[in-house]
């Protein structure tokens, strides 16, 4: 009985092998894939820059309802878009794109005062981080300095967490502190290892190791919100902002941590930071509403799967984690992570997400999401998901397998 059944089915596995190899075999090739999405972001980028050229305090932040939406250096999106144009700069070393990359980091180089918001990171050493590092220019050096001083000035060593938001919710959280908040950790990581002040690094440390232990679950999911007591320093409420509940994976918080963890564990070297990354991975790329594409729903959570709205945002910023994270591990893991970050990229880079030339006003992407339960910035381009896709770009371009050099 079993010859006939063997005989039959040999040729329909033969059959199905051979499908899925052409079908992979009339795929472009995945650097093709980078080199093209690199080049259009690069055009687009210079529609965008062009178009706030004279406006010396505007900072592309979306475009909703027809309209463009920008803010100036006080957002804390405000580093995103000099950022990209340092990375597109990076990727092809053109006049115009260094101009503008200065232009626009320049608008930011305020916000180094700034004491009242933790978001000091994602303003400054996207900005004038990736300035520092493609050019050397020396200026650059002072006001991440600074920056990550007005950054430690919201480190209470009694709790041994830096304060995310000033605000309480209307009285609801003592000591705020997002899992956001893990993004601003690298500022002050290199202003250790640039001023030789170990204090900067040790709050960061400090930082890293009280959100790993009260931020996660058992299964690795991260809360967004969780405040603490200020007189017992220990948890008093974990809850949401902007996903769907207090229970829930906000997707882009988890993005933050899995991103967090990795840099933490590039800049220190301790292999518990990276087995948190690690276990965030699993997490997210297990999950049983994890999309095919792995561009994940807004939240892991929301109710109306699949008829949710994708964040491409978050799926963006897993890109770049994983194929970061690619580096520190084995084999089989970093083979699995560098797989999804081609899905990912695939996907991000075809005309579901990437907008046609000029439309989407002048931003990459199209379908993020902001703060869905605010309704705000709901289905929209965001600065942000532009800049972690062209760092995902850029990353993967020097990954042989994915067709970098
Ligand atoms: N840091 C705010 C956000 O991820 O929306």
Same mark, same amino acid.
């Given at each position: 009985?079993?010859?006939?059944?063997?005989?039959?089915?040999?040729?329909?596995?033969?059959?199905?092998?051979?499908?899925?190899?052409?079908?992979?075999?009339?795929?472009?090739?995945?650097?093709?894939? +980078?080199?093209?999405?690199?080049?259009?972001?690069?055009?687009?980028?210079?529609?965008?820059?062009?178009?706030?050229?004279?406006?010396?305090?505007?900072?592309?932040?979306?475009?909703?309802?027809?309209?463009?939406?920008?803010?100036?250096?006080?957002?804390?999106?405000?580093?995103? &878009?000099?950022?990209?144009?340092?990375?597109?700069?990076?990727?092809?070393?053109?006049?115009?794109?260094?101009?503008?990359?200065?232009?626009?980091?320049?608008?930011?180089?305020?916000?180094?005062?700034?004491? %009242?918001?933790?978001?000091?990171? &994602?303003?400054?050493?996207?900005?004038?981080?990736?300035?520092?590092?493609?050019?050397?220019?020396?200026?650059?050096?002072?006001?991440?300095?600074?920056?990550?001083?007005?950054?430690?000035?919201?480190?209470?060593?009694?709790?041994?967490?830096?304060?995310?938001?000033?605000?309480?919710?209307?009285?609801?959280?003592?000591?705020?502190?997002?899992?956001?908040?893990?993004?601003?950790?690298?500022?002050?990581?290199?202003?250790?290892?640039?001023?030789?002040?170990?204090? &900067?690094?040790?709050?960061?440390?400090?930082?890293?190791?009280?959100?790993?232990?009260? %931020?996660?679950?058992?299964?690795?999911?991260?809360?967004?919100?969780?405040?603490?007591?200020?007189?017992?320093?220990?948890?008093?409420?974990?809850?949401?902002?902007?996903?769907?509940?207090?229970?829930?994976?906000?997707?882009?918080?988890?993005?933050?941590?899995?991103?967090?963890?990795?840099?933490?564990?590039?800049?220190?070297?301790?292999?518990?930071?990276?087995?948190?990354?690690?276990?965030?991975?699993?997490?997210?790329?297990?999950?049983?509403?994890?999309?095919?594409?792995?561009?994940?729903?807004?939240?892991?959570?929301?109710?109306?799967?699949?008829?949710?709205?994708?964040?491409?945002?978050?799926?963006?910023?897993?890109?770049?984690?994983?194929?970061?994270?690619?580096?520190?591990?084995?084999?089989?893991?970093?083979?699995?992570?560098?797989? +999804?970050?081609?899905?990912?990229?695939?996907?991000?880079?075809?005309?579901?997400?990437?907008?046609?030339?000029?439309?989407?006003?002048?931003?990459?992407?199209?379908?993020?999401?902001?703060?869905?339960?605010?309704?705000?910035?709901?289905?929209?381009?965001?600065?942000?998901?532009?800049?972690?896709?062209?760092?995902?770009?850029?990353?993967?371009?020097?990954?042989?397998?994915?067709?970098?050099?």
């Amino acid at each position: 009985m079993k010859q006939p059944h063997s005989l039959f089915a040999l040729p329909v596995v033969c059959l199905l092998v051979l499908t899925a190899a052409c079908g992979r075999a009339h795929e472009k090739p995945i650097g093709e894939v +980078v080199d093209q999405a690199l080049a259009s972001a690069a055009e687009q980028s210079l529609r965008m820059a062009a178009k706030y050229e004279s406006d010396s305090l505007a900072l592309p932040r979306s475009y909703a309802d027809g309209q463009d939406v920008s803010s100036d250096s006080r957002w804390w999106c405000s580093g995103f &878009f000099p950022g990209l144009l340092w990375y597109l700069y990076e990727n092809d070393p053109r006049p115009e794109l260094l101009a503008y990359a200065r232009q626009y980091t320049a608008r930011v180089e305020r916000e180094k005062y700034n004491t %009242h918001t933790h978001d000091l990171g &994602f303003m400054l050493y996207c900005s004038f981080g990736n300035a520092l590092r493609l050019t050397a220019d020396t200026a650059c050096r002072e006001v991440l300095l600074t920056g990550a001083r007005s950054l430690s000035s919201r480190y209470n060593p009694s709790i041994g967490l830096i304060r995310s938001w000033d605000h309480t919710n209307g009285g609801q959280w003592q000591y705020p502190v997002i899992i956001d908040n893990m993004m601003n950790l690298e500022l002050l990581f290199w202003a250790a290892r640039e001023s030789g002040d170990a204090s &900067f690094r040790d709050i960061a440390v400090s930082h890293a190791d009280h959100t790993m232990e009260h %931020h996660f679950r058992p299964d690795f999911s991260t809360v967004h919100v969780v405040s603490y007591d200020t007189v017992t320093a220990m948890p008093h409420a974990r809850q949401t902002h902007q996903g769907f509940a207090d229970g829930s994976a906000w997707a882009r918080g988890q993005a933050w941590g899995l991103y967090g963890y990795t840099v933490a564990y590039r800049e220190t070297g301790d292999r518990r930071y990276l087995e948190q990354a690690v276990q965030i991975a699993r997490f997210l790329l297990s999950h049983p509403n994890m999309p095919g594409d792995y561009i994940p729903y807004w939240d892991f959570n929301a109710p109306g799967i699949p008829g949710e709205l994708r964040d491409a945002s978050a799926g963006a910023i897993i890109c770049s984690a994983l194929i970061e994270l690619s580096g520190y591990v084995d084999d089989v893991l970093s083979a699995q992570y560098l797989r +999804v970050a081609e899905k990912q990229l695939r996907t991000l880079a075809s005309p579901q997400y990437t907008a046609e030339p000029g439309a989407n006003g002048d931003f990459i992407l199209m379908h993020s999401v902001g703060h869905l339960p605010g309704g705000s910035e709901v289905d929209v381009p965001l600065t942000y998901a532009d800049y972690y896709y062209v760092e995902a770009l850029t990353r993967a371009s020097r990954i042989p397998s994915l067709g970098g050099k």
